[in-house]
């Protein structure tokens, strides 16, 4: 299983990004894929989730925000970040998860997670 991170880069405080992220070597449907990043110092936390139906589920913080999307047929994720704010400078991840449990649920366990991308970094300048 590999995953690969892309559209990281440099944006001042208040802009957006859109991050993407190609999932290959099994069968895309039927996971749960995310996103969740890691400030410098901090714990990795979970930024957006989404299910095979299509059904998304987002940290409280970047709600109305942030927006997740997949598109199966390609085996890709991504995510839409507008008004970045600079504490939201970090490493982004994409992620899959086996679901046994609500989505929700592994969203606010970062360390659940299979399979993991090696990452795109956004740094987000004031």
């Known amino acids: 299983v590999q995953l690969v991170e892309s559209g990281g880069g440099s944006v001042q405080s208040g802009g957006s990004l859109r991050l993407s992220c190609v999932v290959s070597?099994?069968?895309?449907?039927?996971?749960?894929v995310a996103w969740l990043r890691q400030a410098p110092g901090k714990e990795r936390e979970g930024v957006a989730i989404i299910t095979n139906a299509g059904t998304a589920t987002y940290a409280a913080s970047v709600k109305g925000r942030f927006t997740i999307s997949q598109d199966n047929a390609k085996s890709t994720l991504s995510l839409q970040m507008d008004s970045l704010k600079p504490e939201e400078t970090a490493m982004y991840y994409c992620a899959t998860k086996t679901p046994t449990y609500s989505a929700d649920w592994y969203l606010a366990r970062p360390w659940s997670f299979d399979y993991w991308g090696q990452g795109t970094q956004v740094p987000v300048s004031s």
């Open positions: 070597g099994y069968t895309y449907s039927g996971y749960y």
